[in-house]
């Protein structure tokens, strides 16, 4: 699935023994067995959503940087939650020499259409032996999959997500609002302001959250309260408010740099958001 706009990363220390892939509907499953020594470096981020349960050889402290912020922190359990787009870059303490652990990445759409916002905080070492249990159990499951292993992923996942919105305090209608995660506005906010000097189509609206069409419209209305539309024109308009007064390009200069076709269309949409037009805008702020 492409994601634009977010460069993975997954650079792990230690020597890999062993890895096993099982791919389902709502989520890749990697089973991974390292040799360690001393440390395991560890920078990672993925565009979507990474659950981990560390068996052999828990992880007992990660030392490092979360998004930027340092963390110095002891892990309680054997499971950690990592948000779609976070990056980590540190050092786990193990202990033993050789680590074995079950790492699920969550797939965008099923995620946006079930998930609401459980799987936008990280949640580092934390115990679940629900959770824990059930994910051992579809690993059993993967070493042969069948013709139902989609579906009982799909179950775990599902009950997954019910147990960590527990875990928030997330109140019942929030299971099944349906909006987008706090990860695909932030994506998408970034890929419209990167994007403002060109035309920005509904699928790339939707390919950057990884959603069809019709399911990003519907997620996209109840979480933003208007039209994908309506968001593109307006963020153009901001950036136009902004270049009017910090710079002294001409009306149609800006238009056409913040993605309208010609200076009567810029005109026209200027007023319609703002109840001036571009030139009195300036002449106002200016003054």
Same mark, same amino acid.
């Given at each position: ?57 828990? #992880?007992?402290? =990660? &030392? ?11 892990? /309680?359990?054997? !499971? %950690? ?100 995660? #706090?990860?695909? =506005? &932030? ?11 060109? /035309?920005?189509? !509904? %699928? ?84």
């Amino acid at each position: 699935m492409k994601h634009i706009g977010t460069k993975a990363i997954r650079d792990v220390g230690g020597e890999l023994l062993s890895k096993t892939v099982v791919e389902a509907g709502c989520a890749r499953i990697e089973t991974i067995r390292r040799k360690i020594t001393g440390g395991m470096g560890w920078h990672f981020r993925q565009p979507q959503p990474v659950l981990f349960l560390y068996r052999r050889g828990a #992880a007992r402290r =990660l &030392r490092g940087s979360l998004d930027g912020r340092h963390i110095d922190h002891a892990f /309680a359990g054997n !499971l %950690a939650l990592f948000p779609a787009d976070m990056e980590i870059d540190g050092e786990f303490r193990v202990s033993v020499s050789a680590v074995e652990y079950t790492v699920v990445f969550f797939e965008t759409p099923f995620v946006e259409t079930r998930a609401g916002n459980c799987l936008d905080r990280a949640q580092l070492g934390f115990k679940h032996p629900a959770i824990a249990r059930g994910l051992e159990e579809l690993c059993q499951e993967a070493q042969y999959p069948d013709a139902a292993f989609n579906m009982l992923a799909e179950g775990w996942a599902i009950q997954t997500m019910a147990h960590l919105h527990r875990m928030s305090g997330a109140r019942p209608y929030d299971l099944a609002k349906g909006g987008l995660s #706090a990860s695909s =506005l &932030r994506r998408l906010n970034e890929y419209v302001a990167e994007n403002l000097d060109r /035309a920005i189509s !509904l %699928a790339d609206l939707s390919n950057v959250t990884g959603l069809s069409k019709r399911h990003f419209i519907r997620a996209f209305a109840e979480s933003a309260g208007q039209t994908p539309h309506r968001y593109v024109v307006s963020q153009r308009i901001e950036k136009a408010k902004q270049l009017l007064v910090n710079s002294s390009g001409s009306i149609t200069e800006i238009g056409l740099a913040v993605g309208f076709s010609h200076a009567q269309h810029f005109s026209n949409k200027f007023k319609a958001f703002t109840g001036l037009t571009p030139s009195r805008y300036r002449e106002l702020r200016l003054s």
